[in-house]
């Protein structure tokens, strides 16, 4: 019976009726489990019905019986990666390499676990097992190429795909996996290539048709990107996708419509995809309608709260709407999301400054140059902000980082010359103005900057031929022909200057500043009713300004109506009734016109309506000095200072003020202060220097007589007194060609001529005593005096030096004892007591004393002598005081010898 069952599922198998066979199977394998045919016949039953469980357990059975059966571990592995039981499948497949270790059905299956244990390592080998028995293999090459993927090999996984394709041409898997490497590898051509293929070999296939848009996106080939994403709308109009990226491709062909029409089908069919919104609000923000692209970001924020690019978008937006507000919380909720997210931080800039909150965008402008360093244009944006809150000296070093990274941008180098012109460095502005003109030699604006740079370093031809230049690149440039005549104002060429601004005039009748200062020409000329005219002209234009209403006051005050002027000056007043401009040049009138009480009075009562005005104090000042009150004039002075710390001329005032009163000191300390406010103020250094020549320090005067010559080295009288602050150094060769240049400048300046005597005589002293220093050191040698002879021939002293040498080394110096100021006469009475308290002889020589102080200078040791000399000259009167009793007692009993001023000195120790 059962061999019958067994015959019975036989045939079942051979007729394929494989359910029935399999219910015959288990009827005969229940009364024999173990026979080896019933099991090896429930297996191919089990494997044909994909009844994978069953076939599992039956290969089980039969490896009981026989455990190296090769083709049963290949079922059984079969089974296994079946149901996704990998780790068991990679079990069974060794073990049947194990058995055969080069079967290839083995190593595949092996092959097959690995990829679904994702073991990318142990795959990579296994596929090499495979390749090496099988090299076209091209499921091998495929799975190869993608563990190769996963362990982040590019190269080596498109090196399998590209093999894979060479085994198999039309291989769709093995083409679409290599461009998808390529396009990560951004070798977007050979992408390109492999998705065409693709798409040839599965034309309907709507992603391939996606991936080969993608990739002429990146060519930069919109156009066709656009095509085919119309190839993949006719595959499925339905896919979103489709219309989105078809968008994107218009866009970049700047079809700005069109793909907003696209993006609202993506839209229609897929409205919660936050990409699609932000593209289109992106695309209503370029084509100005910045309402509706609001929207649109509000939409993406619903879907995505923590989107800050949309936020910033939106910020955009709304600051294009005039809403500052609202778009600098936006810009403020988008850095809360990513603290450094430059975008935003440009955004809150722009913000800010459009509320006014200056001081708040500078310190963005700060964090953005901080964040992208190697952006110019956010250094350029930190310059322009830190110039408007005064910053300038910051706004340098930030637009020096601008240029350092475009340094042939021209907006830029403009903007640095503005900055070195507002932080007074005319020379850098020249440096910069001529950069400009290397790009364009008819730049107008840079020659016209270039100009006033170079009044300012007081070359005003140059400045001149430059505006000139400047005008015949551009003749309607009423800026430079206003520059120009400020210039020739200046410069006290007032026919010039009038013929000048009357052309801008004729360029615009209305130009306020020609107005302006053609009118003060004109009083200056003595032209007071055109002057008058002039500001007529002026106040038609414009009734209430201060500038032609002022100007009126002084030609009114030009022509004796100073009532009039009073009036004139009331509209000022009634808007500002302690108008500094009206005061001050009513004040200043007044003092010019002989009358500095008045112009006191009228100062005074503009101080009483401003007590903090820095400039009223420092005309009152100047009006004090001029009634010669110079002790109010300092108290003055210092209250200008005070009030303007910045202001150079206060400290300058205050410092010629101090001069006067012999106060050096304090009037060193003003000029310093004036000097750090404006380090190009010649007169301030100057000034500085006489003081300083004043207090001794003869080398600090230098110093500053060398700064005055850097700001004007055309000035005679200020090489003069450097030569002089020289020659009291000693610095002879210096102060001769200091000389020499103040009289190549002024050849009839007398002053160096007389100076340059004084240094003929001061450097002949000083090879006098350079020579001294060397018979002195013989005499030390030799511990007598040297003769004439030795002094000639020993100490190599010149001819005609010998006897200014002889006589400097054995004459002390003439000194007045009784006119000694009182520190030199205790240094000398101090150096005296030392020389007489010394072994040396009654006739004490110069050598005596260097070899007694032997830190003196030969010079000085030659005063010490004269001071000797001086003192046993003077008549001293006999003083009976009692006090004296017991010094005259011990002089009685010193030997007569000794009854000397040098021995009395010595013995009794008398002295200070």
């Known amino acids: 019976r059962h061999d019958a069952l067994f015959t019975r599922a036989e045939a079942l198998v051979r007729l394929g009726r494989l359910e029935e066979a399999a219910v015959a199977e288990d009827a005969f394998l229940a009364a024999q489990p173990h026979s080896y045919d019933g099991l090896e016949l429930r297996r191919e039953t089990m494997k044909a019905l994909h009844r994978w469980s069953d076939l599992a357990a039956t290969c089980d059975a039969i490896l009981e019986v026989q455990p190296r059966d090769a083709a049963v571990l290949k079922d059984l592995g079969f089974a296994h990666l079946s149901t996704g039981a990998f780790r068991e499948a990679l079990t069974a497949y060794e073990g049947a390499l194990a058995s055969a270790s080069n079967d290839l059905e083995a190593w595949r299956g092996k092959r097959d676990a690995l990829e679904g244990l994702k073991d990318s390592r142990q795959l990579v080998r296994a596929c090499d097992s495979i390749l090496a028995a099988d090299p076209r293999d091209v499921a091998t090459w495929r799975a190869k190429g993608q563990a190769h993927e996963a362990l982040d090999q590019p190269e080596d996984a498109l090196a399998a795909y590209d093999s894979a394709v060479r085994a198999e041409p039309k291989d769709l898997e093995a083409w679409r996996r290599r461009g998808g490497v390529l396009f990560r590898l951004e070798r977007f051509p050979d992408a390109l290539r492999s998705f065409e293929v693709a798409t040839e070999l599965a034309p309907s296939a709507e992603e391939l048709w996606f991936e080969r848009a993608r990739c002429l996106l990146r060519l930069k080939r919109p156009a066709d990107a656009a095509e085919v994403y119309d190839r993949a709308i006719l595959l499925n109009s339905t896919d979103p996708r489709a219309w989105y990226g078809k968008g994107l491709a218009l866009a970049s062909l700047q079809r700005i419509e069109e793909a907003v029409s696209c993006y609202d089908h993506?839209?229609?069919?897929?409205?919660?995809?936050?990409?699609?919104?932000?593209?289109?609000?992106?695309?209503?923000?370029?084509?100005?309608?910045?309402?509706?692209?609001?929207?649109?970001?509000?939409?993406?924020?619903?879907?995505?709260?923590?989107?800050?690019?949309?936020?910033?978008?939106?910020?955009?937006?709304?600051?294009?709407?005039?809403?500052?507000?609202?778009?600098?919380?936006?810009?403020?909720?988008?850095?809360?999301?990513?603290?450094?997210?430059?975008?935003?931080?440009?955004?809150?800039?722009?913000?800010?400054?459009?509320?006014?909150?200056?001081?708040?965008?500078?310190?963005?402008?700060?964090?953005?140059?901080?964040?992208?360093?190697?952006?110019?244009?956010?250094?350029?944006?930190?310059?322009?902000?830190?110039?408007?809150?005064?910053?300038?000296?910051?706004?340098?070093?930030?637009?020096?980082?601008?240029?350092?990274?475009?340094?042939?941008?021209?907006?830029?180098?403009?903007?640095?010359?503005?900055?070195?012109?507002?932080?007074?460095?005319?020379r850098g502005v020249v440096d910069v103005c001529d950069r400009l003109l290397e790009v364009n030699p008819r730049d107008a604006e840079a020659l016209r900057e270039k100009g006033i740079a170079l009044e300012q370093l007081s070359d005003p031809e140059g400045a001149l031929e430059t505006f000139d230049r400047a005008l015949n690149a551009d003749p309607m440039d009423r800026k430079t022909w206003n520059a120009k005549g400020s210039l020739l104002t200046g410069r006290g060429r007032l026919p010039e200057a009038l013929a000048t601004f009357d052309h801008t005039l004729s360029l615009n009748p209305g130009d306020r500043f020609a107005l302006s200062r053609k009118g003060s020409i004109l009083i200056d000329l003595g032209r007071a009713n055109d002057a008058m005219r002039c500001f007529e002209d002026g106040l038609l234009l414009d009734r209430a300004n201060p500038d032609f209403l002022v100007g009126k006051a002084r030609c009114l005050l030009a022509l004796g109506k100073n009532e009039d002027a009073a009036r004139c000056l009331d509209p000022v007043f009634e808007k500002d009734p302690n108008h500094y401009g009206a005061l001050a040049v009513q004040g200043v009138a007044l003092a010019r016109a002989g009358r500095p009480a008045d112009a006191l009075l009228v100062l005074d009562r503009a101080i009483l309506g401003d007590p903090e005005n820095g400039g009223l104090q420092l005309d009152r000042g100047r009006v004090l000095v001029a009634l010669e009150r110079t002790g109010d004039a300092i108290g003055a002075f210092e209250r200008a200072a005070r009030l303007s710390p910045n202001r150079a001329d206060a400290w300058r005032e205050l410092g010629n003020a101090r001069v006067r009163t012999n106060a050096f000191e304090g009037a060193i300390a003003?000029?310093?202060?004036?000097?750090?406010?404006?380090?190009?103020?010649?007169?301030?250094?100057?000034?500085?220097?006489?003081?300083?020549?004043?207090?001794?320090?003869?080398?600090?005067?230098?110093?500053?007589y060398d700064q005055a010559l850097a700001l004007d080295a055309r000035n005679p009288a200020t090489w003069n007194a450097k030569g002089l602050a020289l020659v009291h150094l000693r610095r002879f060769d210096e102060a001769n060609k200091a000389f020499d240049l103040a009289l190549s400048i002024?050849?009839?300046?007398?002053?160096?001529?007389?100076?340059?005597?004084?240094?003929?005589?001061?450097?002949?002293?000083?090879?006098?005593?350079?020579?001294?220093?060397?018979?002195?050191?013989?005499?030390?040698?030799?511990?007598?005096?040297?003769?004439?002879?030795?002094?000639?021939?020993?100490?190599g002293v010149p001819l005609q030096l010998l006897d200014h040498v002889v006589e400097y080394v054995n004459e002390p110096a003439v000194i007045g004892v009784e006119s000694l100021p009182p520190e030199r006469l205790r240094r000398l009475e101090e150096e005296s007591l030392a020389i007489l308290r010394s072994p040396a002889g009654k006739d004490i020589r110069l050598s005596d004393v260097v070899g007694v102080l032997p830190d003196l200078d030969v010079s000085e040791a030659r005063e010490v002598l004269g001071y000797l000399k001086g003192?046993?000259?003077?008549?001293?009167?006999?003083?009976?005081?009692?006090?004296?009793?017991?010094?005259?007692?011990r002089a009685l009993d010193l030997p007569k010898e000794a009854w000397t001023l040098r021995g009395l000195a010595r013995e009794l120790n008398i002295g200070p």
């Not at 897929?270 to 992106?282: C, L, Q």
């Not at 003003?670 to 207090?695: Q, V, Y």
């Not at 005597?757 to 030390?780: C, I, N, P, S, T």
């Open 746 to 795: 002024d050849p009839n300046y007398t002053a160096a001529a007389d100076a340059k005597k004084l240094w003929e005589d001061r450097a002949a002293q000083a090879k006098v005593e350079a020579f001294a220093r060397a018979v002195v050191q013989y005499e030390r040698a030799l511990h007598r005096p040297a003769s004439k002879e030795e002094i000639f021939k020993e100490c």
């Open 871 to 889: 003192v046993r000259s003077l008549r001293l009167e006999a003083d009976p005081s009692w006090h004296l009793d017991p010094l005259i007692r």
């Open 670 to 704: 003003a000029f310093d202060r004036a000097l750090d406010a404006d380090p190009k103020d010649r007169g301030a250094w100057s000034m500085k220097a006489f003081a300083l020549e004043r207090t001794g320090d003869w080398g600090g005067a230098a110093g500053a």
């Open 266 to 426: 993506a839209i229609d069919l897929s409205p919660k995809d936050p990409r699609v919104w932000h593209s289109r609000g992106a695309a209503l923000q370029w084509l100005g309608r910045h309402a509706e692209a609001v929207e649109s970001f509000d939409r993406v924020l619903s879907l995505d709260p923590s989107n800050g690019t949309a936020l910033v978008r939106k910020g955009d937006s709304l600051g294009a709407t005039g809403r500052f507000d609202a778009a600098l919380e936006a810009f403020d909720s988008a850095l809360a999301i990513t603290a450094k997210n430059p975008a935003a931080i440009r955004g809150r800039r722009e913000s800010l400054e459009r509320l006014g909150r200056l001081e708040d965008a500078y310190r963005a402008a700060v964090e953005l140059s901080a964040l992208s360093t190697s952006d110019p244009k956010a250094w350029v944006e930190r310059a322009r902000l830190a110039r408007l809150i005064g910053r300038d000296k910051e706004a340098l070093g930030a637009v020096n980082k601008a240029i350092g990274l475009a340094p042939e941008n021209v907006e830029y180098l403009r903007l640095k010359a503005g900055v070195l012109g507002a932080l007074r460095n005319p």
